[in-house]
């Protein structure tokens, strides 16, 4: 039996990077990935030929600003990325004009001006107020997140800066921090398209606009303001493959098709862990669980090594039921909305970010009605990206990908219908969305690979199909992710640790979690002793 220093189960971008500081620091370490390819839901595959297509994340919002990729030098191990710049463009339904959401905020209130000059003035001032809210919220997701450490962040904030103890000391911050992100929009913002535009960006999270305690999600652009919005070049899954390049020049080895099936361990202190693959069997003094924290207790860690209670416990996290759907097209043309000016080659800046098809907060809550009564919804609201504008690599000359993310779909439905037998029919009313909006899109598509809630489940194994692994409500954030015993990547079983979306700061490609937890381990686990 091969014998390790830790052992990574899971090779999504989380797995990795935690795997990348581990083998940097000299330890000896092994990753197992369940698929054929390492990458998770941060992967890109060419399921139509000629065409790459993400099978998880696209857009890469948080991660450029983190100092991952200068500490592992992941330039050098092939990583390249593009500026999303306009970041998010919102046509409005039936006219010629749109918000573009730029890196610059004036950029950004010169587009809102045009609809609403009030608005552009009530952006400004709100990205600038929610802006240090969010700088000192991005500092603390980048540690581990004991309540220290996040209160003491805040008051050396406040410490050096006027503005951090004029914002913390506002009880109407607090307020709106208590308030759905719904009403924040509704009571900072006047006109509908403006509301719209924004809450539709703030519920890729997940919540509802009426969910409490969710103000931050529309707060948090601020933070796309700063460091920007990121396209990794050759898709998303370039990302993951420079971290397994990275991990394997420190010496790290990865098995793929090597899905785990048990985690068992001797009763003798200093025993070592006994992990079970289709690849094999592997002994580590630690494991790092990458994968979601349902299956890590309830499925691979033997029950005699789990407190009862804690296996209760893991059990209630709130999962939730479902999140999206996504199809993926490849097409000959892109979407031209009304009023956008485009190249000889149809290319506009509006593609280069994530296009908001939803024309109405009523909308928005309408699909969400749905989602919570079991139904997928009539009329979904519609995300589309088409990152070939900006990155030829994607698609054949002269044709593009056109990714369409929607939301609110249902994992189990209550009127008994199967995913796998209306996977064509939803997908037909993402693609109406899309051709509503961008009439010349009809008749353009060449294939589609639709990835229903199922399906996400099915190829990328996460519970339920949602992409955050458990719901992301203030009650399972920060120091209560997922739990207050597991929040801080150690675990009471001793030698296993966790990282990924499960644990903080939550899903998102950010590699914070990936990052804090490999300096979590490193404290508790010696090199070479494999």
């Known amino acids: 039996m091969s014998l390790y220093d830790v052992i990574v189960i899971g090779a999504g971008h989380n797995g990795l990077i935690c795997a990348c500081y581990l083998a940097k620091a000299g330890r000896k370490v092994l990753v197992l990935e369940r698929r054929e390819i390492v990458g998770g839901a941060v992967c890109t595959q060419e399921i139509v030929p000629g065409f790459k297509f993400d099978i998880g994340s696209s857009a890469h919002i948080m991660f450029p600003g983190t100092p991952i990729m200068g500490e592992l030098g992941l330039a050098e191990h092939g990583l390249e990325y593009l500026e999303m710049d306009p970041w998010a463009y919102f046509p409005v339904p039936g ?30 001032r709100f990205m600038e107020h929610w802006g240090e809210l969010n700088e000192g919220i991005f500092e603390t997701f980048m540690k581990p997140p004991t309540p220290g450490r996040i209160f003491s962040t805040i008051f050396k904030r406040n410490l050096k800066n006027v503005a951090s103890r004029k914002m913390w000391s506002s009880l109407d911050t607090s307020r709106q921090l208590m308030a759905s992100y719904g009403k924040v929009i509704e009571e900072t913002f006047e006109h509908p398209h403006v509301r719209t535009a924004l809450a539709w960006l703030a519920a890729q999270s997940g919540p509802g606009p009426d969910e409490i305690a969710t103000g931050d999600l529309v707060g948090w652009h601020a933070m796309i303001h700063k460091t920007g919005a990121w396209r990794a070049k050759g898709g998303s899954g370039s990302l993951t493959q420079a971290l397994a390049r990275c991990f394997e020049s420190h010496g790290g080895q990865i098995c793929v098709n090597a899905q785990v099936m048990a985690i068992n361990a001797g009763t003798k202190p200093g025993a070592r862990f006994e992990v079970a693959s289709e690849a094999g069997r592997f002994s580590g003094r630690a494991v790092v669980a990458a994968c979601h924290v349902q299956t890590t207790f309830l499925e691979l860690l033997a029950p005699e090594l789990c407190p009862p209670e804690l296996r209760k416990r893991v059990s209630q996290i709130r999962v939730g039921n479902g999140f999206g759907m996504v199809v993926r097209h490849a097409v000959t043309e ?25 024309p109405s907060m009523e909308y928005l809550r309408r699909t969400y009605v749905e989602f919570l009564a079991g139904f997928p919804p009539q009329e979904p609201a519609v995300v589309a990206m088409t990152f070939s504008s900006m990155d030829p690599t994607l698609a054949p000359p002269g044709q593009h990908v056109l990714f369409g993310w929607a939301q609110y779909h249902p994992y189990q439905m209550s009127n008994g219908e199967n995913w796998d037998d209306i996977a064509e029919r939803e997908a037909d009313k993402i693609w109406e969305v899309i051709c509503h909006y961008a009439p010349n899109m009809r008749g353009t598509m060449i294939d589609r690979y639709i990835q229903t809630p199922t399906e996400i489940e099915r190829v990328l194994a996460l519970p339920r199909a949602n992409v955050m692994h458990v719901e992301m409500g203030l009650d399972q954030m920060f120091f209560f992710r997922p739990l207050p015993e597991l929040s801080s990547y150690s675990t009471p079983v001793k030698g296993l640790f966790l990282t990924g979306a499960s644990t903080h700061p939550g899903g998102g490609v950010f590699g914070a979690s990936g990052r804090s937890a490999a300096k979590v381990v490193l404290r508790q686990v010696k090199a070479g002793r494999g």
Request: glycine share 8%; proline share 5%; with cysteine.
């Open 334 to 358: 892109l979407p031209q909305y009304l009023g956008i000016q485009s190249d000889a080659n149809g290319v506009a800046p509006c593609h280069r970010g994530l296009q908001l098809l939803c």
């Open 95 to 124: 006219a010629a004009l749109g918000i573009s959401f730029h890196r610059s905020v004036e950029q950004t209130c010169e587009s809102i001006a045009k609809i609403s000059p009030v608005d552009a003035e009530a952006y400004r």
